[in-house]
């Protein structure tokens, strides 16, 4: 099993690490490798992809000029499994909102959802806070730093945690969500010993 992490900017050592944790727990040393993916001619000999957090609008012209992005396009198609977090979960979206039409940037629009950039506001740019997801029993520590969400998703899109708005019970935003063989979340769980959600990632998409 052969995990791509994009590594053109952001969070990537840290999703190396906890992917080859991840790999180690279940047995895969031998079998299981990680590799960065900074050119393009890689996406293809992978068997699973993963975008990390850091600087969207970077991420997203850097994949651009490298031809990342239409190799990512193909291998979504192909069904292969990717994980976007934070700045990956912008990255993922069809559409972004006015912050993110007003740069211009590049996103790959493989889940029908509508993401919001750093939708948390300025006092609260960085928060843990436990997650209730429907995947686990058990609440998910989650590591939010200048984080998105998604606003909007389609019918086809399974919503798998929401947050509370500060001043509105009613309005929830999306936090984590999964369109088929692609998954994004708006916080880090490669910065939390838990590994359930990479266990979950390789368990139910490979
Ligand atoms: N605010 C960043 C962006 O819009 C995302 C932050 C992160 O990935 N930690 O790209």
Known sequence: MKIGVIAIQ?????????????LAERGENENGEVIRIKHRGIVSSCDAIVIPGG???TIGRLMEREGITEELRDAAEEGKPLLGTCAGMILLAKEGDEEVKKTGQPLLGLMDVRVKRNAFGRQRESFEAPLKMSIFDEPFPGVFIRAPCITHAADTVDVLATLDEDDDKMNKRIVAARQGNIMALAFHPELTGDRRIHHYFLDTFL
């Open 10 to 22: 952001g969070d990537v050592e840290e999703h190396i690490k906890a992917l080859k944790a991840t």
């Open 55 to 57: 600087e969207s609008t």
